[in-house]
């Protein structure tokens, strides 16, 4: 079986085939979201504390003109290990266990607002699952090492250049 992920948008891109079960998995959905997912499960999405400081990081990185203001946000905030503490709670804790028994019967999709799965707690949430199971593969959609990363110039300067995923960890990355 199959855990894959992606972001509304990228829906009618990739396709979930209509024998799998498609999940939100987004704190806040938008009236569409329970037209496209066969149900949203909030109990999973990021924290209001988290999610809120994650986007008054990430919207003051956009107003400095950073190059990555998603990926400024993630380590200033030390999004991974808070989500990943909140998925310990009894509630998400009991959803993790029901995403993984869907996850044995058929291929499941997590759903969210975010394009770059490096920056989702989706990712996180879907490798929480598959480290419930045995011959789970995990697929995101976009793949994250397809999409380029902005990087400064040495200056300080935004520029035009990109880096992959690849690239980016080679670097010393996070």
Not at 58 to 65: Q, R, S, W
Not at 90 to 96: L, M, N, R, T
Not at 114 to 124: F, I, M, Q, S
């Amino acid at each position: 079986m199959t855990v894959h992920t992606t972001y509304f948008g990228g829906l009618s891109q990739y396709g979930p085939a209509a024998d799998v079960d498609v999940f939100g998995v987004v704190r806040y959905p938008k009236d569409f979201v329970d037209r496209v997912t066969d149900r949203n499960i909030p109990a999973v999405a990021p924290p209001n504390d988290l999610l809120d400081a994650y986007k008054t990081v990430e919207e003051a990185a956009e107003k400095n003109d950073e190059p990555n203001p998603a990926a400024i946000a993630w380590d200033s905030v030390s999004y991974e290990p808070r989500y990943l503490q909140y998925l310990e709670r009894d509630g998400p804790q009991a959803v993790i266990d029901e995403l993984a028994d869907r996850a044995r019967e058929c291929d499941i999709w997590l759903v969210c607002w975010e394009k770059d799965a490096r920056w989702c707690h989706r990712r996180l949430l879907a490798d929480v699952v598959a480290g419930r199971l045995e011959d789970v593969e995990v697929v995101h959609h976009p793949d994250p090492s397809t999409i380029p990363i902005a990087t400064d110039s040495e200056s300080g300067e935004s520029s035009d250049e990109t880096a992959t995923l690849q690239e980016f960890a080679e670097a010393g990355g996070d």
